[in-house]
């Protein structure tokens, strides 16, 4: 009986919104109609929801449900760090939902038991395409943050060696080259997740930026990233002086700093950029990838790595690439080791499941057909448990 | 009207019992030689069939067609008298019921009846088990006894590790000589020369494409000179040249890098450099020093370097990467 209810509810909202806006009034009145059918659905919603917001507090009896952040937190945590077809459900579903699943249990269970006097420890996430190693990759920041460590993300390191509109050479290396563009855009959001520390942490040398301007001993870090946002000519150079000095006093005294890179084999890719003379450039010719790599090492202890290697967006591999060492080749592999891989499969039968419970709980499946027992076996086959496969088909109905 | 008086002329003079005029006279059969008549006659099936003059006198009746030499073979019948010879493929001395060609819509391949496409295919209908059997039976009276001791495969590779192929043509034609008749190929297998680890990966190296991984087997195919004598020497004098040059060391040999090397060796690569720089920074934080070679020897390193060994030679699957994930979990006590 509420079946029948809700679907005529869905055939109005339906009718009443006939395109499928990502964002704005149409989800409103969809949620409008929600709030009305509330006790009824109570039952379902409990099955694939959590209420443990905190990634600390999961346990393997809460793998398969969901848990929301709320949304100060996403603006604080993951200014540029969500998968941009998240971000858009974000936007619609007006909600920050997370699977909690077993690879990001994982991450977290090592990092609760790392020790912080030992060499920082890398993490490689690796799976097929549309996994989920993002999406378990901010997890794993989003509790790193709630335990009020450093946050250094790099949300796809595939943008640092490709499409560069601005290449200029860098002033304080001859051979390299800068990328200003990308440098301040990093820097703004660093900015954001990281408030707090760059009041604390101070600089450990002096910097000079050109002849007029420089940065004094003993200066919160927090001038040296707005005098990257502002000059933009510095940006890489700040970016790398940023890095060093986090790297350098991140002791187990002070604070725990945790590098998060998706797309960690661009490091130690090709890129598609070019000089002058129409050479490809080298990835360590590039002054952010050089600075970044250097974070890459367990020479410095009281932190983690986490890092994803991922096809999507690489340039110059082949599109069935997913273990590491085929991603990273031989120099990323050597210079990684030893690291802990970590897979990132597709979907099991409960996370399915459950999946497709939040979207129907959602209403984003609209199409009369998914909310039958048929139509979600047509969903299982169709997508093959892949969650990104998933999403996109449920898009559709 | 002329095609028909012409039709009851020819009618009356041949088919004289099945002529019937329009008004139901039977020609009497006594009535002989061409006559005239206007009456019209009906033509029957037959009289359709072959129009015109010809063949009037020498017409027979027609025959149907035979039945094919399939339907009289017995089950237990001589196959080698039946293909004695190579011989295109005949649909109606093959009692097998084959289809070959490409079904046209949701169709079936074609029957073998006038199949040119199982005619134009080579087919080996004479040499069945029992064709071969007899042609060795033929051929038993010009061979020498088979040595007693040499009853097993390993035997045979132990005593006689070279093997040398040459072929024979016999065809009927202007003449004898056949060009095809001169390669020779030479098969030996590696671990059956005696060469050390040095000398074997440089004899890999210097044959190039000639050695077989899987097998491990080297081939040489000689035909560079005109005559199979000459090849032959050929083949044995680049097997010992091989053989030779292998085992010795150049001097320039020292300078040999990791990118030359055919299988990962952990001693002394980037893996055990940082997997010794991790641990000592470990243990340099827990106070006290142990040295390299402890290390080294201590099991989860020993592990770890199965791992990574596996992992870089036979390359990477689940299952190598489960075994160094383990491993590195032991190594950095997680």
Redesign the interface.
């Known amino acids: 009986m509420a079946l029948t209810r809700l679907n005529r509810i869905v055939q109005l909202s339906h009718t009443v919104s006939l395109t499928r806006p990502l964002h704005g009034s149409g989800c409103g009145l969809q949620l409008g109609a929600a709030t009305q059918t509330e006790a009824p659905m109570e039952s379902p919603r409990a099955v694939f929801r959590t209420s443990e917001s905190e990634p600390a507090s999961h346990g393997e009896q809460h793998i398969g449900q969901f848990y929301t952040i709320p949304p100060s937190q996403v603006k604080t945590i993951f200014p540029h760090g969500l998968p941009y077809r998240f971000q858009q459900q974000i936007k619609t579903f007006n909600e920050a939902c997370l699977m909690v699943r077993k690879p990001a249990l994982e991450l977290i269970g090592?990092l609760k038991?790392?020790?912080p006097?030992?060499?920082s420890?890398r993490y490689v996430l690796y799976g097929e395409r549309g996994t989920g190693k993002s999406l378990s990759l901010c997890q794993a920041l989003h509790h790193c943050s709630l335990q009020d460590w450093l946050i250094l993300h790099v949300p796809d390191a595939h943008l640092w060696v490709k499409n560069c509109k601005e290449l200029m050479a860098s002033s304080y290396h001859r051979a390299r080259f800068d990328q200003p563009i990308e440098a301040s855009v990093w820097l703004k959001n660093f900015r954001v997740t990281n408030e707090r520390f760059l009041k604390q942490i101070k600089t450990s040398q002096k910097y000079v930026w050109s002849k007029r301007e420089f940065t004094d001993e003993g200066r919160p870090l927090g001038e040296i990233v707005d005098q990257g946002v502002t000059r933009v000519k510095n940006a890489s150079d700040a970016v790398g002086v940023v890095l060093k000095e986090l790297k350098a006093q991140a002791r187990p005294g002070s604070y725990r700093l945790v590098v998060g890179v998706d797309g960690v084999n661009a490091l130690w890719g090709r890129t598609t950029l070019r000089k002058e003379d129409r050479s490809l450039i080298d990835p360590s010719e590039l002054t952010l990838v050089h600075n970044l790599r250097k974070m890459m090492k367990?020479?410095w202890?009281g932190g983690a790595v986490i890092a994803t290697v991922t096809q999507t967006g690489s340039v110059f591999t082949p599109s069935s690439a997913y273990?590491?060492?085929?991603l990273l080749g031989k120099e990323g592999f050597?210079?990684l080791?030893?690291?802990?891989?970590?897979?990132v499969p597709a979907y099991s039968e409960k996370e399915f499941e459950s999946s497709y419970q939040y979207y129907r709980d959602r209403r984003w499946i609209q199409h009369h057909t998914g909310h039958t027992e048929e139509g979600k076996k047509e969903l299982l086959f169709l997508s093959n448990r892949n969650p990104a496969a998933l999403e996109r088909l449920c898009a559709f109905l | 009207m002329a095609a028909s008086t012409m039709c009851t002329a020819w009618v009356s003079s041949i088919t004289r019992k099945h002529c019937y005029d329009v008004f139901g006279i039977i020609r009497s059969p006594l009535f002989r030689g061409a006559s005239y008549s206007t009456a019209l006659s009906v033509p029957t099936n037959k009289d359709v069939m072959t129009r015109g003059n010809r063949s009037t006198m020498s017409r027979r009746p027609r025959r149907e067609p035979a039945a094919p030499r399939t339907d009289k073979m017995t089950v237990d019948q001589d196959w080698s008298s039946v293909y004695p010879t190579a011989a295109s493929f005949k649909p109606s001395t093959v009692p097998l019921p084959i289809r070959m060609g490409y079904p046209v819509k949701r169709g079936v391949p074609l029957e073998k009846k006038g199949n040119l496409e199982l005619i134009k295919i080579p087919n080996f209908l004479h040499l069945t088990p029992a064709a071969i059997k007899k042609q060795c039976a033929a051929l038993n009276v010009f061979c020498t006894k088979w040595p007693e001791t040499l009853d097993s495969e390993a035997k045979c590779e132990q005593h006689f590790p070279i093997q040398v192929k040459m072929t024979d043509f016999v065809f009927a034609g202007p003449s004898v000589r056949n060009p095809k008749a001169r390669v020779t190929t030479l098969t030996v297998k590696v671990s059956s020369l005696n060469l050390d680890d040095h000398g074997r990966k440089k004899l890999i190296k210097l044959a190039g494409e000639r050695h077989n991984k899987e097998t491990d087997m080297l081939t040489f195919t000689a035909d560079r000179c005109p005559l199979r004598r000459q090849n032959y020497d050929y083949a044995m004098y680049l097997l010992t040249v091989l053989y030779h040059e292998s085992s010795k060391h150049e001097p320039w040999e020292k300078e040999k890098t990791e990118a030359d090397m055919e299988e990962y060796l952990w001693e002394s690569?980037?893996?055990e450099r940082?997997?010794v720089?991790?641990l000592l920074?470990?243990k340099g934080?827990?106070d006290g020093s142990a040295p390299r070679e402890e290390l080294l020897s201590s099991r989860p390193m020993q592990e770890?370097r199965n791992s990574?060994t596996n992992?870089?030679n036979a390359g990477?699957?689940?299952s190598t990467?489960l075994q160094?994930?383990q491993s590195?979990?032991n190594?950095?006590?997680?």
Do not use: G, I
């Open positions: 090592y038991k790392a020790d006097t030992h060499p420890v367990n020479d202890c273990l590491p060492q085929e050597d210079f080791d030893p690291f802990l891989p970590v897979l | 690569s980037t893996s940082n997997a720089e991790t920074r470990m934080s827990e770890y990574v992992l870089k990477e699957s689940e990467l160094y994930k590195v979990k190594l950095l006590n997680l």
